[in-house]
C-alpha cells in the first residue's frame, strides 16, 4: 500500500502483516532488518520518510516511529489519537505528519517530541508537500492547508 523509500542501497517499506522492512536492493535483494511492534501488529501504509540517521514512518497502530535506517533498532516513537496511514515529510530536524483524525504533528527528528500541533477539519490520508518554505495538506474532506513563511 505504501510506497517504498530509498537511502543507498537499502529500500523502505511496510506491509499489510505489520512488519518493516530494509532490504538490500543491489546484488540478491537480502533483508537486512525486520521492524514489527510488538505490542500491536497493524498494518503500515505510511510511505517512509529517509535520512542518514533516521527511517520515519506511521502506522494503524496510531504511532509515528523512528528506526534506525542501519539496523532497524527504535529510536522513538510519538503516539497519536488515530491511525497514521499519511506519509511523514522530513524538513531539517523537524518531521511533519498527519492522522486519520485531523491532527497534523510537528515533531523533533532527533527524539520525537512534539514541536507544533494543528487541528484541521477532516482526516489524513494524503502526504504533506514541502517546497519554497511552505507545506502543503489536504484533508479527506478537500480543504487544503498552507503553512509556512509569509511573503515581505
Known sequence: MATPAVLGEHVFFGTEGGAFFSV??????????????ERNSQPFRSSAAVTKDRVVFGGRTKKVYALNP?????????????????SPVIVGNRVFVGASDGRLYG???????????????GGFSGSPAVADGRMVI???RGVVYCFGAKEK
Open 107 to 121: 515533531l523533533d527528528l532527533k527524539n520525537g517530541d512534539k514541536l507544533w500541533e494543528f487541528e484541521a477539519s
Open 138 to 140: 489536504a484533508t479527506d
Open 24 to 37: 538490500n536492493w543491489k546484488g540478491d535483494a537480502k533483508i537486512v532488518w525486520t521492524f514489527t511492534d
Open 70 to 86: 542501519s539496523d532497524g533498532k527504535e529510536v522513538w516513537h510519538f503516539a497519536t489519537r488515530q491511525r497514521v496511514d499519511c
